[in-house]
């Protein structure tokens, strides 16, 4: 059964490599908590195993419920660009 998918990717951003935590709940199980442990778990192997220092999501700035995950796992939004024509913001946590 898929919930969802999420992982580290490795996303170059405004000219720099970035460490991206990144997560997609399937429809049927939004709102249920997935999501937030999704990222607080590859957030938390990131920073244990060394590979980054640094970890960011890129969210559209009209996705307020990807926004309020990335919020309730300490990230803190750091700017406003475009990535793939898209307006988003980017949200960042440090080690």
């Known amino acids: 059964m898929n919930l ?5 990717l490795a996303p170059e951003l405004d000219g720099e490599q970035q460490v991206e935590v990144g997560y997609h709940v399937f429809r049927k199980y939004w709102g249920q908590g ?3 442990e ?3 778990l590859f957030i938390d192997f ?3 195993n060394n590979q980054a220092t640094s970890i960011i999501s890129i969210i559209n700035i009209n996705n307020i419920k990807s926004q309020k995950v990335a ?3 300490n990230l803190v939004k750091t700017k406003q660009t475009k990535w793939f024509e898209q307006d988003v913001f980017i949200y960042q946590i440090d080690k």
């Open 71 to 73: 919020l309730k796992n």
């Open 4 to 8: 969802l998918d999420s992982g580290l």
């Open 34 to 36: 997935y999501a937030p």
């Open 38 to 40: 999704a990222a607080k």
């Open 46 to 48: 990131g920073f244990k």
